[in-house]
């Protein structure tokens, strides 16, 4: 097999598979309340999944995340979850991790620890009942905190994600910070992207990390620390809390230079970038042409792969903006 190389030198062993653009939240900043899905005969099936999962482990790939949309929400999701789950087992995978809202993690906590998924990523961008309504759109603040609460008594490690909220959460970073502490979860912060159609004002929700995370600076000491996960947040430790911090800063603080990812979407295309339109179709090759195009086109992808994103001007002017939502990619 070849190696997993991209154009820019950097070598790619992280992969990110979206297995469904479905939700049953509508998060203000991800896609509009009203959302179109893509046709059930559009998506990759579990064993066209797994196929091109088996050719990324043969190429390289080490760590996968499955993100959505919501991934639990797609109709027997743990067929792919044990699936996978063989490959840590075995040894061909170091990691395999899941991106959440949470609001079905009490029911599928168990299978995720059976599939041997040791740590997940759960979106959480307020303590607040009411304000964690109004960004979701109605979720239930309770019902997140039960599901993460479930996966935590069952050894499975919890990074909490928040995402920047200018006028929204931004004071809700201290109690934030404390509830992870004390339960013993990871936080990551990260800065809205000016990423689709019909969502929240990037400009008016837009705020950069330095900014957000004044109110910490001023009570706690952060250090940097040496730990690095998968994905590409900058690691702090917040004392005396004795949280470990995570910062994803795709527009203030430019982290592309040793970007290790490619996405799949739940449609079968390989984003090579989550701030472009450049892709590759898998499905089209893999249910017309066979392995051997998908090969072909992973070389390809990894050459076409850019140096970094463009988000900063696309941020600044809205006609530059991809009309692509986050849950059709994957976070």
């Known amino acids: 097999m070849t190696s997993m190389i991209d154009g820019q030198g950097r070598h790619i062993d992280y992969l990110r598979i979206s297995v469904t653009d479905r939700c049953n939240f509508r998060c203000h900043y991800c896609m509009p309340e009203k959302q179109t899905f893509l046709p059930h ?12 999962a088996n050719r990324f482990i043969a190429h390289g790939i080490r760590k996968i995340r499955l993100t959505g949309g919501e991934p639990l929400v797609r109709r027997d999701i743990e067929v792919l979850l044990k699936e996978l789950g063989g490959h840590v087992a075995a040894g061909r995978l170091d990691e395999l991790t899941l991106t959440t809202n949470g609001s079905r993690l009490a029911q599928f906590a168990p299978i995720l620890a059976a599939s041997h998924f040791r740590r997940i990523n759960v979106s959480l961008d307020s303590l607040n009942p009411e304000t964690f309504r109004t960004i979701t759109r109605g979720g239930d603040l309770a019902q997140v905190l039960e599901g993460i609460a479930a996966a935590a008594a069952l050894g ?30 990871d936080l990551s912060l990260i800065e809205t992207m000016p990423l689709g159609e019909g969502v929240a004002n990037r400009q008016d929700r837009y705020i950069g990390m330095d900014d957000f995370i004044a109110p910490l600076r001023e009570r706690y ?8 996960s998968s994905g590409p947040a900058r690691y702090w430790n917040v004392a005396p809390l004795g949280l470990r911090l995570g910062l994803i800063t795709p527009l203030s603080h430019n982290f592309c230079d040793d970007c290790n990812r490619l996405r799949l979407t739940t449609d079968g295309k390989i984003y090579m970038c989550l701030g472009s339109t450049m892709h590759v179709d898998f499905r089209k090759a893999l249910r017309e042409d066979g392995m051997a195009a998908v090969d072909t086109l992973l070389q390809k992808a990894l050459r076409l792969k850019p140096a970094r994103h463009d988000f900063e001007r696309q941020l600044a002017d809205p006609e530059l903006r991809l009309s692509r939502h986050m849950n059709a990619t994957g976070g």
């Open 41 to 52: 005969n559009d998506l990759l099936d579990y064993s066209e999944i797994a196929l091109l």
């Open 221 to 228: 000491a952060l250090s940097p620390l040496a730990h690095r």
């Open 156 to 185: 499975i490690g919890i990074k909490i994600n928040m995402v920047a909220l200018k006028g929204e959460n931004e004071t809700e970073l201290l109690a934030m910070a404390e509830f992870c502490a004390a339960k013993g979860y």
